[in-house]
């Protein structure tokens, strides 16, 4: 399922929770928001310069938050800064280009700004620079022999330079922070197939299948499930709050069976299977494309701490390899994870999100590549080939849909929306996505690759290395089994006559050979 990040025009403040203690030593727990934004950038460009880096390297967001007291629950957190590799020379170069995509894409970044600072940024560094100058040639020359006079004054000049020096390399360190925080907000470039427009303007790919005709009233999967004995919202929201659900008996199987059956498919494509830390830092969750700080954020973050829970198992699998060098011959890269996802799902509202089809947790499966970036396209087809697969493998009613510009998160170069009808609900419902992200998060998360061989014309020059220069590797993401969309799917499709619902042939052998759940006897 799409899980949107940076979207244009969006503030974003978190919500937040943690655990103060009573006087009677229990917890309870509070939210607070923050006002903070942090935004994200990508973009094609030329290629960076090589740094020396081993196969694994930490970068600052690994800094752990210091105490401001010796009370926990008064922590202060230090936050770790962290810098996209973005182009401003080619921002700048193809400023007509990048003003058109922020348009099409319904962005807030502000383009002028970005290259008002990028400007100010070169005009400072020079200054930087010449006094730089100025100070080696003052050091160099109270190297000889002086009048003491003379080096009085020297050392006053270089006292001044200093001084000047410091201050000016202060406003620097500011303007490139602010310069990032700014360009970060530019979403990724944009395919040139992708329709422009908004969510309506989302174009069908592929059709696949025909609803199912009923001669009998047809139930939703939250009379299903009630019927059944499958499905408690009732105890969860006394529990937990509202959109959330306990799963029983069969629905219990069921989830159990999607999961196992579903990596065992993607698994013989190659895919290797993890399971995903469900907290991780803030920084991470940036790094991906997400905004973890905003009103209307789908993210959740933990009072006094760097970290958030993760909505999508994307972003700690895109920080597996994160300040990395990965050699070419290990390309592609493809995981299939597990984990629970966890979606504030501010704004959501009405009939459309009643049930299992909008919740605050769930389990996932999530598809994500690396590869070189001649072969991302490739590798978005894959990923579109095996959903289709699964999901009609399993009797569904299905269409695929090539998302318009201004419904794309900032990642996206492209995305596909895999629908399903869904009977119980009249309409067609989002069971899966899959994105090619190109080089958005790479350049966020230091994710590169070394090619095999150096590219023609890069001769090494004397004394150097002749191992090619790091590349940009991309990155794609798709959904492999949202459950609780996919329980929805299967219990309205699957109804009987007679209240049972019929277990798809493929999942059966994943729940022990049960074909039909049925009523239970009061």
């Not at 020079?126 to 100058?133: D, F, S, T, Y």
């Not at 009732?234 to 959330?244: H, Q």
């Amino acid at each position: 399922m799409g899980f949107q990040c940076c979207l244009g025009g969006t503030t974003l403040n978190a919500l937040k929770f943690a655990a103060i203690p009573s006087s009677s030593s229990s917890s309870r727990l509070v939210f607070r928001s923050l006002s903070k934004t942090f935004f994200l950038y990508p973009h094609y460009s030329p290629q960076r310069p090589s740094f020396s880096l081993p196969i694994r390297a930490f970068s600052t967001s690994t800094v752990q938050a210091t105490k401001a007291t010796q009370n926990p629950t008064d922590e202060k957190v230090v936050k770790p800064q962290w810098k996209a590799a973005i182009d401003f020379k080619w921002i700048r170069d193809n400023k007509d280009v990048v003003a058109v995509n922020i348009r099409n894409r319904n962005s807030n970044a502000n383009l002028e700004l970005v290259l008002h600072l990028y400007d100010k940024m070169l005009t400072l560094q020079k200054e930087v620079e010449r006094l730089r100058g100025e100070r080696n040639v003052v050091a160099n020359k109270m190297k000889g022999k002086l009048e003491p006079s003379e080096r009085q004054k020297l050392i006053e000049q270089g006292k001044n330079l200093k001084e000047e020096l410091l201050s000016l390399e202060e406003d620097l360190l500011k303007l490139t922070d602010e310069l990032q925080q700014e360009a970060q907000c530019i979403p990724n470039l944009t395919h040139p197939d992708v329709p422009i427009g908004g969510e309506d303007c989302a174009t069908i790919r592929k059709m696949v299948g025909s609803p199912r005709e009923f001669s009998f009233p047809v139930k939703d999967h939250q009379q299903l499930g009630k019927d059944l004995d499958l499905l408690d919202f009732d105890a969860a929201s006394v529990v937990s709050g509202s959109k959330f659900y306990y799963l029983k008996n069969e629905a219990v199987m069921l989830e159990m069976a999607l999961i196992n059956w579903t990596l065992s498919q993607v698994m013989k494509s190659g895919f290797i299977p993890l399971t995903t830390p469900e907290l991780v830092r803030s920084s991470v969750v940036e790094k991906c494309g997400f905004q973890p700080r905003g009103t209307n954020t789908q993210v959740y973050s933990i009072e006094g701490s760097d970290q958030c829970l993760i909505g999508t198992a994307e972003i700690p699998v895109g920080g597996i390899h994160m300040d990395s060098i990965i050699s070419e011959s290990l390309l592609p890269l493809k995981y299939v994870a597990f984990s629970h996802c966890f979606r504030t799902e501010a704004g959501a509202a009405g009939a459309a999100t009643r049930g299992l089809y909008r919740v605050h947790q769930f389990s996932k499966a999530e598809m994500f590549i690396i590869c070189r970036p001649d072969e991302s396209e490739k590798y978005l087809e894959e990923l579109i080939r095996i959903e289709e697969d699964m999901f009609s493998s399993l009797g569904l009613h299905y269409k695929i849909l090539d998302m318009a510009s201004g419904d794309l998160g900032a990642p996206a170069y492209r995305k596909y929306d895999i629908e399903a009808w869904m009977p119980g609900l009249e309409r067609f419902g989002e069971i899966s996505s899959a994105s090619n992200c190109t080089d958005y998060q790479s350049r966020r998360l230091g994710i590169r690759y070394r090619p095999s061989e150096p590219s023609a014309g890069n001769t090494p020059k004397k004394g150097k290395s002749n191992l090619a220069p790091p590349q940009f590797v991309h990155t794609l993401n798709a959904t492999a089994c949202a459950v609780p969309r996919m329980l929805v799917c299967l219990l309205e499709n699957y109804q009987q006559e007679d209240g049972s619902v019929i277990i798809p042939p493929p999942l059966r052998p994943f729940m022990g050979g049960l074909e039909l759940i049925t009523p239970k006897s009061r």
